[in-house]
């Protein structure tokens, strides 16, 4: 059974830095891994989707990384701002379609 | 395009009640999917409709949940009777069933359910 892990479960940073989110799976035979935000009391916004046969996707000052055959994938945020403060979900598709979503890491950025 | 709409958004009940969500996804998405968020947690497939028909439904607790796409647009996730561990955000999403191998899924705001 795919199992997807994300680490740290929660992270402090000031305005400014450059961060990196890490997100692990057991199974590597998935169809692509996606990045999504989720606010407090809200749903789900997707960031990036990366598919099987992509290594990376960039959108605006997200970078989002995969290495399947390693079962890893890191989401780089550039020059960090308040409003990124949220929970970001890594969640991998498997072929019966299925999203096996991570635990979150619970991100502030402090102004 | 208007969004994956859901209702309630909250919802606070007592155990052995029972409940009802409402979902309506975006237009012309065949595939509609219902998640539960345990608080801590990241959202656990209950569900899964490809138009008015189940796709997977191997993770529903079926002695209590049910859902239903009657018509293959909105859908309706009930729970008969409520337990306290029910409580959590119940997220819809819907996709389109692409071929290969891209098929984002697109998430509603949820309904956040208080059992007491």
């Known amino acids: 059974k795919q199992e997807v892990t994300q680490i740290p479960a929660a992270l402090s940073v000031p305005e400014g830095e450059n961060l990196v989110l890490n997100c692990s799976f057991t199974d590597s035979a998935i169809y692509n891994l996606q990045w999504f935000r989720q606010d407090p009391g809200k749903g789900l916004t997707s960031l990036l989707l990366i598919q099987s046969s992509q290594r990376e996707q960039t959108s605006g000052r997200l970078n989002a990384s995969l290495d399947k055959s390693s079962g890893r994938s890191t989401l780089y945020i550039a020059a960090s701002q308040p409003g990124d403060s949220a929970t970001y979900l890594c969640a991998v598709r498997t072929g019966a379609n299925n999203l096996f979503f991570g635990t979150g890491t619970r991100l502030t950025v402090i102004p | 395009e208007a969004g994956v709409a859901q209702s309630p958004r909250y919802k606070i009940i007592e155990k052995r009640q029972s409940v009802a969500f409402w979902c309506n996804p975006i237009?012309?998405?065949?595939?509609l999917y219902w998640y539960q968020q345990i608080l801590g947690q990241g959202p656990k497939l209950l569900i899964q409709?490809?138009?008015?028909?189940?796709?997977?439904d191997s993770q529903l607790p079926k002695d209590r949940f049910s859902a239903e796409r009657l018509k293959g647009v909105d859908s309706t996730l009930k729970i008969q009777p409520a337990k306290l561990e029910d409580s959590a955000v119940y997220l819809c999403?819907?996709?389109?069933?692409?071929?290969?191998?891209?098929?984002?899924?697109?998430f509603g705001p949820g309904t956040r359910l208080t059992v007491l």
């Open positions: 237009s012309g998405h065949a595939t």
């Open positions: 409709f490809q138009n008015n028909g189940v796709v997977d």
């Open positions: 999403a819907s996709s389109t069933p692409l071929a290969g191998d891209y098929n984002e899924q697109f």
